[in-house]
């Protein structure tokens, strides 16, 4: 299967903390995206790392990349009570199908 | 830029039953999703249309489920007859052609009893 799995399944936090999720993956992939779901509603895309890249920022988030380990970190600084939410990683594969094949998800909860 | 719609939001339906989804994209998004949702568990791709024309269909249960993009435009999603395990949440998502990133629409819950 191309399905990545996140860990830890489920994360709960204090307000101000950071969160690090982590996405492990099995085939060779185009790049890796993260998303966001609030309970209820659709997702909401984060941040695109591509296969050649090893370090992105956005705002508060920091992703990783390693290819050889198939694995991918997302790191939230500063957490918010708005940040509660799932957080699933998405391969995009490598036929160019811009097809994504997303992972189980990490359910974030921070108290404030 | 208005995003991408669906409807309706909620259905509940008994199984062996049908129903239809109904998804306008992103005006100009070539390409079109379709995605199923269990609770507890990611997104899993139904289909894939690139205008008017099916890319990828390999994970839709075709025995029931059926879908169109008839204009290249709006889509929509069958399910026919519905079984108990058909329960989920269909999202459905576009994108520009060449651009990776996904729009997703908020998604239409489905309980089948």
């Known amino acids: 299967s191309q399905q990545g799995e996140e860990d830890p399944q489920a994360l709960s936090i204090q307000e101000g903390e950071n969160a690090t999720m982590n996405c492990s993956y099995k085939t060779s992939i185009n790049n890796l995206q993260w998303y966001r779901q609030n309970s209820g509603r659709g997702l909401v895309h984060l941040i695109l790392i591509r296969s050649n890249e090893r370090e992105k920022h956005s705002g508060r988030l920091r992703v990783t990349l390693d290819t050889s380990k198939k694995s991918s970190s997302l790191l939230i600084t500063a957490s918010r009570a708005a940040d509660t939410a799932s957080y699933f990683c998405?391969?995009?594969?490598?036929?160019?199908?811009?097809?994504?094949?997303f992972g189980t998800g990490t359910r974030l909860t921070v108290i404030p | 830029e208005a995003g991408v719609a669906q409807s309706p939001r909620y259905k509940i339906i008994e199984k062996r039953q049908s129903v239809a989804f109904w998804c306008n994209p992103i005006s100009g998004h070539a390409t079109l999703y379709w995605y199923q949702q269990i609770l507890g568990q990611g997104p899993k791709l139904l289909i894939q249309?690139?205008?008017?024309?099916?890319?990828?269909d390999s994970q839709l249960p075709k025995d029931r489920f059926s879908a169109e993009r008839l204009k290249g435009v709006d889509s929509t999603l069958k399910i026919q007859p519905a079984k108990l395990e058909d329960s989920a949440v269909y999202l459905c998502?576009?994108?520009?052609?060449?651009?990776?990133?996904?729009?997703f629409g908020p998604g239409t819950r489905l309980t089948v009893t």
């Open positions: 998405a391969t995009g594969d490598q036929t160019g199908a811009n097809n994504l094949f």
């Open positions: 998502a576009s994108i520009l052609s060449g651009n990776d990133e996904q729009y």
């Open positions: 249309f690139q205008n008017n024309g099916v890319v990828d």
